[in-house]
Nanobody, 126 residues
Framework: QVQLVESGGGSVQAGGSLRLSCAASGVTFSSACMGWFRQVPGKEREGVAV????????DYADSVKGRFTLSQDNAKRTVYLQMNSLKPEDTAVYYC???????????????????WGQGTQVTVSS
């Protein structure tokens, strides 16, 4: 059974940094697409960054390229999202997500992801 547990959210001023963590169990990183999505009230959940660790690159949303970095620590079974130069528009609930990888690259399409964490709030004030 796949379980994803996020932590690391909080409040920060614009220009600051946060690191989100996703503790994963029941999933082999090299066999799964994993990453982060975010959602604000009234809007659809959007893919922020996804990757298949051990093969292929990372797909970032244009709005976070150069500011956010997706990484993983296989020994700790944890996926991270380092968020730098945060902006008020980054305010959202952030969700860790995973799906089994079959072929090709990992897409940021929300509909493809099977497993979700409970979400962690990130608030960026101006």
């Amino acid at each position: 059974q796949v379980q994803l547990v996020e932590s690391g959210g909080g409040s920060v001023q614009a220009g600051g940094s946060l690191r989100l963590s996703c503790a994963a169990s029941g999933v082999t990183f090299s066999s799964a697409c994993m990453g982060w999505f975010r959602q604000v009230p009234g809007k659809e959940r959007e893919g922020v960054a996804v990757a298949r660790f051990g093969g292929g690159g990372t797909d970032y949303a244009d709005s976070v390229k150069g500011r956010f970095t997706l990484s993983q620590d296989n020994a700790k079974r944890t996926v991270y999202l380092q968020m730098n130069s945060l902006k008020p528009e980054d305010t959202a609930v952030y969700y860790c997500a995973a799906r089994w990888w079959y072929d090709g690259t990992c897409s940021r399409s929300r509909a493809l992801y099977t497993y979700w964490g409970q979400g962690t709030q990130v608030t960026v004030s101006s």
